[in-house]
Structure formats: C-alpha cells, structure tokens
C-alpha cells in the first residue's frame, strides 16, 4: 500500500471520526445553548471537531516528515520501513516486514533477514531459510553460518537475542525519534487547538479583539 493511499485512508477515518463528534457535540449544543448565537454556537459545534483533527493530522504529518529527512527514519507510511542502523548503514523492509534487508551505503550487503540483533557496531541476525550471519558495521564485513553454534563459537558470544526484524525496527525508531516524535505530537496539539479557539473568538465576536465580555467554544 503506497504512502498516497494510506494518506487517504486516514483522511477518511478523521473524517468518520469528526463526524460522530460533530454530531453528538451538535446535539449536545442545540439542547444547551442559549438563544444568544445560538445558530453560530451549533455551527462551531459541527465545525471545530472536524478542524482540529485535521488540522492535527497535516501538522503531525509535516513534522514526521521532517523527522524522518532529519534522522534518516521512515514516517511509517506505506509499503517501506526503514531505520538507522549507524551514520552508514540501515534495516530495510518493503512489503514484507517479516524479511528485511540491512543495506550499507546504498548496497545491500545481506537480505531476507528474519531475525536481528545488534551490539554496537556489530550485528548478528538469522535470515528466513534458518542460517545465521555477523556483519561489522564499521567495514561492512559480512560472515555467514550454518547454525547458532557456529555463530556463538566463531563470534565469541555466550548468547544471542535475536528479535524479529518488525519488533528490531520499531525499538530502532522509537531510539531514533522517539524524543522528536513527541515534540511533534505536542507541537501539532497546541496549534490545531490554538486555531480552533482562533476560529470560535472570530465566529462569535468577530475582529473584536479589545472587548470586555469573551466568548469561547
């Protein structure tokens, strides 16, 4: 599913969405509300669920996208996840999530990675027909194995804990983000509620800024 449709699919939710508010904080006003404005109330009442959550959705959107141009993550649209392995390297995933590829570079150095690991600049993972592997990210070396036993003894290890590469790759992102992320919801809250509190004063009372008595929604 391309990043258009998903965007589409999610507009049609919002809108859903907006109208089942619309229509009970509507019926809500109309029992409520006083004679004075009544009729720009109940509009205000239909409008602002529908303006501030797509006003949410576009501002949350451009900010994930700038995220992602900044940190080299994907925004979690369409058939294409991606994630920062190091300033070099990247987990890759496109349709299938279960089989990722770890790219350095631009160059595919292993594919159909089913399981993931990494330790700093080492990773170590399973691909989907049961072998194992080891690449050093700082050369991009890549070692194959038979089996787990061959891994641990060659690679020096105790253990290994490898995960699947959709759980890898949403750890990644949260790591990478994850701060940004939330300054982006909290940005795109204030504001969609910002213009809407905008949109009530100017429906009520005008471009009369200066005025003893304040109506908000």
Known sequence: MGAGIAILIHLILIFILGLTIAFFSGL????????????????????????????????????????????????GFGDEWYAPLNETSQILMIDLPEQAFVKSNGETLISDVSNIQQIKEKIYGKTYDGKYFSINLTNNKLNKYINENELLKKESLKNVDLVKTMSFYEKRKEEVSGTLNIVVIIFSIIISIGIALFSCRIVLNGFKFVSKKKNYC
């Open 28 to 75: 809500i006003t109309l029992f409520i509300s006083d004679k004075n404005k009544r009729k720009r109330k109940l509009f205000l009442s239909i409008f602002i669920p529908f303006q501030i959550l797509y006003i949410y959705y576009f501002t949350a959107l451009i900010g994930t996208m700038i995220v992602s141009e900044v940190k080299n993550v994907d925004i």
